[in-house]
């Protein structure tokens, strides 16, 4: 079992940035892919980006590259997503979710591929 925790939401402006943290309980985090997710009022939750569990692949969805990045610290069993260049349309709950995965290299972008989920940290946009 892991328990992910989400830190870091908060109230942004335009063009503002925002670091949030996933936080994982258990021993071999290594072994977990994890990937960040969104949902905004009315829309279905989204993929946003993915780390391998090595930490040594990544991917975004188009809409986030250029301005987010996702990044690991395996020793502290976390990962990040530093978000810059923050739209109105970033508003939303942010979740991360981990699985399990014997390939340290791989990632994954579909909800249905992961496990477990943390209860989400929001993220508003404020003009």
Known sequence: QVQL?????????????LRLSCAASGRTFSTYAVGWFRQAPGREREFV?????????????????????????????????????????????????????????NYYRAKSQYDYWGQGTQVTFSS
């Open 49 to 105: 980006a993915a780390i391998s569990g090595s930490g040594g692949s990544t991917d975004y969805t188009d809409s986030v590259k250029g301005r987010f990045t996702v990044s690991r610290d395996n020793a502290k069993n976390t990962v990040y997503l530093r978000m810059s260049s923050l739209k109105p349309e970033d508003t939303a709950v942010y979740y991360c979710a981990a699985r399990f995965t014997y390939y340290s290299n």
């Open 5 to 17: 925790v989400e830190s870091g939401g908060g109230l942004v402006q335009a063009g503002g940035s």
